[in-house]
């Protein structure tokens, strides 16, 4: 079955300071990858996605995410955050094409603090 | 503007009661889901659907069920047979990549 593991609950970093979340997936074949930032009470918008191609793929708001076969990872990252990066990060693989099911299997989520 | 709108934003539920959350999309998007999630475990498959007039269980569907007799629209009843069902939903559309776009959310409170 695939899945995936965003390991950091909880991060905070300084305003100005670079940014990394880190994703590591399980996944029998090509992943679809992608990351998502979810503000308090909102819906999920889509920072970036990896399907095929360059593996240093740019995202929305400043952000980047490179996939790593080897190490079957897809983290995000950012040079300097700004306070309004504060909100959670998810994770996505998918979909399961042996099986039919498109949907799309979310890690835990990391949420990010950023201190002035 | 295209996108996906849910309602309502905030719901309350007696004990025993069934109440449905609607959901509708003007993407023109095939594919449509409905997610649980909960503080700290992330987003939770409920239902899915590809095609109008067929839908699959996710992860959770106990005490949950849909219907998709319109390509826009995607509605989830939370029967009372959910024995849990605080938490906020969101739902969900696609096109064939896969990227999926969000709704703002429903917060289902039991009281």
């Known amino acids: 079955a695939q899945s995936v593991t965003q390991p950091d609950i909880h991060i905070t970093v300084s305003e100005g300071a670079s940014l990394e979340l880190r994703c590591n997936y399980s996944?029998?074949?090509?992943?679809?990858l992608f990351w998502y930032v979810q503000s308090p009470g909102q819906g999920l918008q889509l920072l970036l996605k990896y399907f095929s191609g360059d593996t240093l793929v740019q995202g929305i708001k400043g952000f980047e995410a490179e996939f790593k076969r080897s190490q079957s990872s897809f983290n995000l990252r950012k040079p300097s955050v700004h306070w309004s990066d504060a909100a959670e990060y998810f994770c996505a693989v998918g979909p399961i094409m042996d099986t039919g099911r498109r949907a799309l299997t979310f890690g835990s989520g990391t949420r990010l603090q950023v201190q002035p | 503007d295209g996108g996906i709108t849910q309602s309502p934003k905030y719901l309350f539920r007696k004990e025993g009661q069934n109440v449905t959350l609607s959901c509708e999309q003007n993407?023109?998007?095939?594919?449509m889901y409905w997610y649980r999630q909960d503080p700290g475990q992330g987003l939770r498959l409920i239902y899915y659907?590809?095609?109008?007039?067929?839908?699959q269980k996710g992860d959770i569907a106990e005490g949950y069920s849909v219907s998709r007799e319109k390509k826009e629209s995607f509605p989830l009843t939370v029967t009372s047979a959910q024995k849990n069902p605080t938490a906020f939903y969101l739902c969900?559309?696609?096109?064939?990549?896969?990227?999926?776009?969000f709704g703002p959310g429903t917060r289902l409170t039991v009281l």
């Open positions: 993407l023109n998007h095939d594919a």
């Open positions: 996944y029998g074949a090509t992943p679809y």
């Open positions: 659907s590809q095609i109008v007039n067929d839908f």
């Open positions: 969900a559309s696609s096109s064939r990549n896969n990227e999926q776009f």
